[in-house]
């Protein structure tokens, strides 16, 4: 009895440890897969784009740099309110997705999702020194006015 009880001891240990570090593996494995997606859809195209485009998504997409609402974070005194509308925030979420100046400039999606479909921005235009191919979400990008 005793011993039977010590092996079952033993094997509960054994299950308990299997099955926090599967479960703890799998929870990192789904995170990473997350970040993948972010990464393989955004971030893969992005590393192409020109500089301005680069710097301006990254700091909408993280929320971090050069937007009001991140000064505001960092400084209480500084105001959060978005320097093109004046009527909400200036996080990057307003930036990218929702403020009027936005579509002044040529915005067309309403989410990061949309975006992030390379396809859909992508557009061929005809030019006498050769035809080439515009994507739509860098050019919105370089146009940010972000300081
Ligand atoms: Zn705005």
Redesign the pocket.
Same mark, same amino acid.
């Given at each position: 009895m005793a011993k039977a009880g010590a092996e079952l001891g033993d094997e509960d240990e054994g299950m308990q440890k299997v099955i926090t570090e599967g479960g703890l593996r799998q929870e990192w494995k789904r995170q990473r897969a997350e970040e993948r997606k972010v990464k393989g859809t955004g971030m893969g195209r992005v590393v192409k784009w020109n500089r301005k485009a680069r710097v301006n998504y990254v700091h909408c997409r993280t929320g971090k740099g050069n937007l009001q609402a991140w000064r505001h974070v960092l400084d209480i005194d500084q105001p959060d309110? !978005?320097?093109?509308?004046?009527?909400?925030a200036?996080t990057g979420r307003?930036?990218a997705l929702? !403020?009027?100046?936005?579509e002044e400039i040529g915005r067309k999606w309403g989410t990061w999702e949309d975006m992030d479909d390379p396809e859909r921005w992508r557009k061929r235009v005809k030019d006498p020194d050769g035809d080439y191919e515009l994507d739509l979400i860098e050019e919105f990008f370089s146009n940010l006015e972000l300081n």
């Open positions: 309110e !978005c320097r093109k509308c004046g009527r909400y200036e307003h930036v929702v !403020c009027i100046h936005g």
